[in-house]
Nanobody, 123 residues
C-alpha cells in the first residue's frame, strides 16, 4: 500500500502561483511514477501531468504546458506540482496518484490516489 497526502491548495488570484505537494508513505516511493490530475465541478477528472521514476521524464497536458512543472524528491518521498500564471479555469480539486514502475497518462491505470486538495483561482 502507498498512502498519498496532498497539501498546498488554496485560493489565489489569477496570475498567481501555488505549489502542491504530495507526500507518500508505505512502499518505496522511487519505484512509483507519479501523476497529477484535476477535477472541476461537473467535469471529468483530467491528467495535468506525470513524472517518471527518477524525474528525468515528464509529461504535461497542453492546457498547462509552460505554466506548470512537476518534480519529485525521492529522498523525501514527495512529488510537487508548481503552478504559475494560474487562470480561473485551473480551479479544481487536484489529486496526485502513483503507478508502479511505468509512467502512464490514463487515470484508471494508477494504483494509488490521494484525497485531493482544492485550488481556487479568482479572476
Amino acid at each position: 500500500q502507498v498512502q498519498l497526502v496532498e497539501s498546498g491548495g488554496g485560493l489565489v488570484q489569477a496570475g498567481g502561483s501555488l505549489r502542491l505537494s504530495c507526500a507518500a508513505s508505505g512502499r518505496t516511493f522511487s519505484r512509483y511514477t507519479m501523476g497529477w490530475f484535476r477535477q472541476a465541478p461537473g467535469k471529468e477528472r483530467e491528467l495535468v501531468g506525470a513524472i517518471s521514476l527518477s524525474g528525468g521524464s515528464t509529461y504535461y497536458a497542453d492546457s498547462v504546458k509552460g505554466r506548470f512543472t512537476i518534480s519529485r524528491d525521492n529522498a523525501k518521498g514527495t512529488a510537487y506540482l508548481q503552478m504559475n500564471s494560474l487562470k480561473p479555469e485551473d480551479t479544481a480539486v487536484y489529486y496526485c496518484a502513483a503507478k508502479y514502475l511505468i509512467m502512464v497518462t490514463t487515470a484508471t491505470r494508477y494504483d494509488y490516489w490521494g484525497q485531493g486538495t482544492q485550488v481556487t483561482v479568482s479572476s
